[in-house]
């Protein structure tokens, strides 16, 4: 069971709009920066998002973050076979000294 | 050209030990933290273990607490993660990553290839 909770799969069609969720407590979410990360198949991940909304050079203005009390959101737009992928929230978890991440979100694009 | 480059993985049987390492290039080493992120077949991502930039710090999950070790060499800007007492749950690519912060707590802006750990008799 992970310390942050993200839906296990979202999906949407070519061009639409998703949004994968990410919800946590005062501990980790709510007293520290969100940051998201994209897992291709078969790679490594990547850092997508750093500081709940900023995007690394790079990372098209597609993709973005948010962050409201406890929970954290990734949004995509336009989306784009190339981004099927488990996507990943993580973060500072002050009560445990440990960096923790959500479940995972598997996105599809239909 | 920024790169981590993890070796050091294999198969191994429980109980023994493993010592994985993650070579870095391309920027100022010593300036960073770093973490250990591992992740199980078909599973999700787990963090291991941070070190800071200094060495002077360092965090692990609870459930690797007393059986691994991570430290860095800053004149060989490599880290290494030391595993003990080595269980079949540990079996996992294992992933270095730079932490954007010298005191991490901060996004992993940097991630190797993975090295895999096989745990099994």
């Known amino acids: 069971q992970s310390v942050l909770t993200q839906p296990p799969s979202v999906s949407a069609a070519p061009g639409q709009r998703v949004t994968i969720s990410c919800s946590g407590s005062?501990?980790?979410?709510?007293?520290?920066?969100v940051s998201w990360y994209q897992q291709l198949p078969g790679t490594a991940p990547k850092l997508l998002i750093f500081?709940?909304?900023k995007r690394p050079s790079g990372i098209p203005d597609r993709f973005s973050g948010s962050k409201s009390g406890t929970s954290a959101t990734l949004g995509i737009t336009g989306l784009q076979s190339g981004d099927e992928a488990d996507y990943y929230c993580g973060t500072w978890d002050s009560s445990l000294s440990a960096g923790v991440f959500g479940g995972g979100t598997k996105l599809t694009v239909l | 050209q920024v790169l981590l480059v993890e070796s050091g993985g294999g198969v191994v049987q429980p109980g023994r030990s493993l010592r994985l390492s993650c070579a870095a290039s391309g920027f100022t080493f010593n300036n960073y933290a770093f973490h250990w992120v591992r992740q199980a077949p078909g599973k999700g991502l787990e963090w291991v273990a941070i070190?800071?930039?200094?060495?002077?710090?360092?965090y692990y999950r609870d459930s690797v607490k007393g059986r691994f070790t991570i430290s860095r060499d800053n004149s060989k800007n490599t880290v290494y993660l030391q595993m003990n007492s080595l269980r079949a749950e540990d079996t996992a690519v294992y992933y270095c990553a730079r932490d954007k912060a010298s005191f991490g707590g901060d996004s992993l802006d940097i991630w190797g290839q993975g090295t895999m750990v096989t745990v099994s008799s």
């Open positions: 070190i800071w930039y200094d060495g002077s710090e360092k």
């Open positions: 005062s501990s980790n979410i709510g007293s520290d920066y």
């Open positions: 500081d709940n909304n």
